[in-house]
């Protein structure tokens, strides 16, 4: 932070930050995943922290299993967790908070379908600041004042790096792999229509779920409803991330626009011109 302590302990690892931690050594579970081998059917969802990854996950499981039922699990995190568990996890269902060059090589040669969630970046900065003060890792944010947290965001200081370069990176793997399978969804597109975006994604998994189970899935991953079942189910493994034990700290709020009551003007524009200036292509549109 300004006054120079450290806040969060970061690694670097081919020109990327990884949070150091509560994940152990994660610069070995990253350079295993060059030899770990996945299945052709397995699915990855990408994205940005804070992006929406779960609810976009959840949606993947529920229509892979012809079921709208939550998983009670944390969601298998590729590059966080050791090489090996990820691949034997359930359901071939994977996260990912990885650019493109960090990839298991194995699942892009596979052509593993990918779905990148992408979010209002102004609502990730306000997600993440509010989820970091509840883990482990950023246990020395207690007492931070937002306005600290975005200096450190926009002066890109933190785990994980600019928005903008994330999502820049899987446009432009878009651009030189045409054919790649990968769907681009937008959290705040999806939250005003989630029945068409079920449909939507179960159609690029080359499923066929009935009328009846997309509306379900629909329902079911409604906010209320989700975070409801989440904040009841809270999976043991939380317990490496967090010691908040109420609730589950991924279910928020669930809102597009909650960043406008805490940005200032200032800080607004600073990431509309960091956007601009990245040149983010028109599919990538956020509200
Ligand atoms: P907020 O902190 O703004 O509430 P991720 O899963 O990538 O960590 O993203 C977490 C964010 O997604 C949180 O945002 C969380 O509330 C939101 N989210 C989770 N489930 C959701 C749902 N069913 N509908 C809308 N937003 C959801």
Redesign the pocket.
């Known amino acids: 932070d300004p006054d120079g302590k450290v806040v969060f302990r970061v690694v670097d690892y081919e020109g990327a930050r990884f949070p150091v931690g509560v994940f152990g050594n994660v610069l070995n579970s990253l350079k295993a995943l060059d030899k770990a081998t996945f299945k052709d059917s397995d699915v990855f969802v990408v994205?940005?922290?804070?992006?929406?990854?779960?609810?976009?996950?959840?949606i993947v499981d529920m229509l892979r299993n012809n079921r709208a039922e939550f998983t009670k699990h944390v969601p298998p995190l590729v590059g966080m967790l050791p090489a090996e568990k990820l691949m034997q996890v359930p359901d071939g269902v994977l996260v990912a908070?990885l650019l493109p060059r960090h990839m298991p090589k194995n699942a892009i040669q596979k052509r593993c379908k990918l779905v990148h969630?992408y979010?209002n970046p102004k609502?990730?900065i306000?997600?993440?600041f509010?989820?970091l003060k509840k883990t482990k890792d950023g246990a020395m944010m207690q007492d931070m004042e937002f306005d600290v947290f975005f200096e450190l965001y926009i002066t890109d200081q933190l785990p994980g790096g600019l928005w903008t370069k994330f999502v820049k990176a899987w446009s432009d793997f878009k651009d030189e792999n045409p054919t790649y399978p990968i769907l681009n969804i937008c959290?705040e597109k999806?939250?005003k229509d989630?029945k068409a975006h079920v449909k939507m994604i179960a159609d690029f998994l080359q499923l066929k779920p009935s009328e009846e189970l997309i509306e379900e899935i629909a329902i079911k991953?409604?906010?209320q409803?989700?975070?409801k079942f989440?904040n009841s189910n809270i999976p043991e493994d939380m317990h490496m991330v967090t010691d908040v034990k109420s609730n589950h700290i991924?279910?928020?709020?669930?809102?597009a626009g909650?960043w406008k009551n805490w940005l200032k003007v200032a800080q607004s524009e600073a990431v509309d011109a960091e956007v601009e200036a990245a040149n983010i292509p028109l599919e990538i549109q956020y509200t």
């Open positions: 994205s940005y922290p804070k992006s929406g990854t779960h609810w976009c996950y959840e908070h969630i979010r609502d990730v306000v997600s993440f509010n989820f959290y999806m939250k989630l991953c409604e906010f409803t989700m975070s989440k991924i279910y928020r709020k669930g809102e909650d």
